[in-house]
């Protein structure tokens, strides 16, 4: 609870060495997303009885408008610590807010973190994840074996008489062509065109 | 900040427990271990990571005091001799924890403690291990707190790519634009 299973993911991910990536823990994963689930249902649970706090406070109140009676009074004698009860069942909705909030954060770094490494690595090797050793492979994801199979590559043409000039912005791999990121190539629009993603 | 979001030492930095004092009542939280309800009364005094204890800080619900690593004993040993303290023992993330709690606490001392520990060990401790041998390195790296590491790790490569600059390849390189002969007249 409050944020002890997110806080495992990166703390997780720094006990590997320095852009090297470990397996994913899934597992991990699983668990911080249900104990999301559980701050949302508690959350929602003081939300109801906060707003039934509220109801009976200005019922209470209508009572004593009506009857003539101080509600505050009317409420001591009857044990109903509206004011107070409403303030705790507050903070404590902010309590499970924060730690969803916080979880999410771990879990978006955690990801994040991790591609950053993939990205790097695509870089330094190529976009060929068969060419990559198996117990690499066995540490990806089914979506980042995805981001090493795909090239991404954004290009700008600027056109010219007979040829375009292509500034590639981040770069791809394939299995004839080279490109490196940021480099100024020179070609027909129609070979240029083979590229853009 | 957006950088900060993804950062893990900032979200490891914000786990370190702080003590605080709750103004409010909470519903509906097991924070409380000495509670023997579901909830925390006003007046508690609890363990908080530093994430939450801010947040709620920030709400008025609660007030923080310093945690235990940067009590007496720790201000006396450092005043002491810095470079000697084992710093990641007491908080990995000693400066960077401190800075977060400085201007939330009411001891106004403590950035004057980290300014100061950080002077010393950096002139100390730091400046000697760059220069040191691995074996010497070594007895001082476990005593260091993750910032200090990482400034540790930056100069060593440093150091590397210079030594590996120094031995690979000429210094200058005459210009190939200076190998054009020109015809005498």
Redesign the interface.
């Known amino acids: 609870?409050?944020?002890r299973k997110g806080?495992q993911l990166?703390?997780d991910?720094?006990s590997g060495e320095k852009g090297h990536l470990k397996p994913f823990n899934s597992k991990l994963f699983d668990e911080t997303i249900e104990e999301c689930d559980q701050n949302h249902h508690?959350i929602q649970?003081?939300i109801r009885?906060l707003s039934l706090s509220i109801c009976i406070y200005f019922t209470n109140k209508v009572f004593c408008l009506i009857e003539g009676v101080d509600v505050t009074r009317k409420m001591e004698q009857e044990g109903l610590d509206v004011h107070?009860?409403r303030?705790?069942?507050h903070?404590?909705?902010?309590?499970?807010h924060?730690?969803l909030i916080?979880n999410k954060?771990?879990l978006?770094?955690y990801v994040?973190?991790r591609a950053d490494i993939v990205r790097d690595l695509a870089w330094r090797v190529g976009l060929e994840l068969l060419d990559l050793p198996p117990e690499i492979q066995d540490k990806l994801t089914t979506l980042e074996k995805r981001v090493l199979q795909e090239p991404f590559c954004s290009y700008q043409i600027v056109h010219g008489k007979s040829r375009n000039r292509v500034e590639c912005r981040y770069g791809a791999s394939k299995r004839t062509t080279n490109f490196t990121r940021h480099s100024m190539h020179f070609l027909k629009r129609t070979d240029a065109e083979l590229y853009i993603a | 900040m957006a950088k900060y979001y993804y950062d893990i030492d900032d979200i490891l930095t914000e786990e370190e427990f702080a003590p605080v004092l709750f103004h409010k009542p909470a519903n509906g939280v097991t924070i409380d271990p000495s509670a023997e309800t579901n909830s925390v009364e006003q007046g508690a005094k609890v363990e908080l990571p530093f994430w939450l204890a801010h947040e709620l800080h920030l709400r008025q619900a609660v007030s923080i005091n310093l945690p235990a690593c940067f009590d007496q004993k720790t201000r006396l040993e450092i005043q002491a001799d810095a470079a000697c303290v084992d710093l990641r023992s007491r908080c990995p993330y000693f400066y960077e924890f401190g800075c977060k709690l400085q201007p939330l606490v009411t001891d106004r001392t403590l950035g004057i403690l980290l300014s100061t520990a950080f002077k010393i060990r950096y002139k100390e401790r730091l400046t000697k291990v760059f220069t040191a041998t691995h074996l010497t390195a070594s007895k001082f790296l476990p005593f260091l707190t993750i910032e200090e590491t990482n400034l540790y790790e930056a100069a060593h490569l440093s150091m590397t790519a210079f030594k590996k600059w120094r031995t690979g390849g000429p210094r200058f390189q005459r210009a190939s634009i200076l190998g054009r002969k020109r015809k005498e007249s």
């Open positions: 609870m409050y944020g806080y990166p703390k991910f720094a508690l649970f003081l009885h107070n009860n303030n705790a069942d903070y404590g909705a902010l309590v499970h924060l730690s916080h954060r771990c978006m770094a994040h973190n």
